[in-house]
């Protein structure tokens, strides 16, 4: 019986070391955006969110589409899990939206997504 113990008790140790390692090394990444990614939207949204897991600077907004749309991004300086980027000029089209970030490890993070702008789906639907 005292092995049988002694081999729950290792695993058990084992078990809780990985899951504790595992949450430290957890990278802050985005959460959310808004137009999410791969959404079809039948208005043209007047901002981009992005909506991370935790603090994290960004570095980089790069909205690139049928049309080009005025962005009024620069850099952060402090840390933030939301950022709202105004976006003016969005039309009708597909739209790239490109980010980096550093999170509060110090590690950067860059990730992408699409989503389009149907303005005609609102007018035609029933």
Known sequence: MKIHQKIVNSCLTLFIT???ATHINAHTGLKESVPAADSRVQVAPSHIEL?????VRLIKLVVVGDTEPQTNFSPASEPESVY??????LSNGEYDVTWAAIG??????????RFTIDLNAASSAP
Not at 51 to 55: A, E, V
Not at 84 to 89: C, L
Not at 104 to 112: L, W
């Open 18 to 20: 990985v899951g504790v």
């Open 84 to 89: 709202r980027i105004p976006a003016a000029g």
């Open 104 to 113: 509060a490890d110090g590690h950067t993070m860059a990730d992408s997504f």
């Open 51 to 55: 909506i991370f897991t935790g603090p």
